[in-house]
């Protein structure tokens, strides 16, 4: 059992990387939106349960999969909401089952990033879309993402189309 963990910053393209492997491997893609927009529905984001249950359902859900063998494929936005030990909580859940835990980086430059995050696209999950938000938060999110237990693999999301990106990633993964 593996989880494929790909984290980057907002507007990397980790749902849109994450589609396109999911497609090419057949994996499902659990996207990080799903727990925040479940437990977002009752707490506000950022209050201490929102952060307890999201955390929660995260580990819970890799538990099974590798208590049950089933790979998947995780989107993750390092933020600081998001205790930096959460990574290593993630490796603990599933390594009992077998489970191992691939970190994949998607990079994208900050001119870049915000020049994606205003596409309508964005909307659907309630993904950040401010740039005046992002650049009062970028040194939040920088100091998450530098938490981050190395990458196995490292991906520039602006020299490659998601279907390479994905290409990329599944290739490295066969390696393994």
């Known amino acids: 059992m593996r989880i494929v963990f790909l984290y980057g910053p907002v507007g990397a393209g980790k749902l849109t990387v994450g589609r396109e492997l999911a497609r090419l491997t057949g994996l499902p893609l659990f996207h990080n939106h799903f727990v925040v927009d479940a437990v977002g529905a ?39 909401t998001v205790d930096p030990g959460f990574p290593a909580r993630v490796q603990a859940a599933v390594e009992p ?27 659907a999950f309630g993904k950040l879309q401010s740039v005046d938000l992002l650049r009062r938060l970028r040194a939040e999110f920088d100091a998450s993402l530098a938490a981050m237990p190395p990458a196995d693999l490292t991906i520039d999301t602006e020299a490659c189309s998601p279907p390479q990106a994905a290409e990329r990633i599944a290739a490295h993964l066969a390696q393994r």
Do not use: C, K, N
């Open 42 to 80: 009752v707490f506000d984001f950022g209050s201490e349960p929102f952060i307890r249950l999201r955390e929660a359902f995260w580990l819970q859900t890799f538990a099974e999969a590798a208590r049950a063998g089933r790979s998947l494929i995780f989107t993750f936005a390092p933020e600081a």
């Open 97 to 123: 089952f077998g489970g191992v835990v691939t970190f994949i980086a998607l990079a994208v430059s900050p001119e870049e990033q915000e020049r994606r995050i205003v596409q309508p696209s964005r909307a």
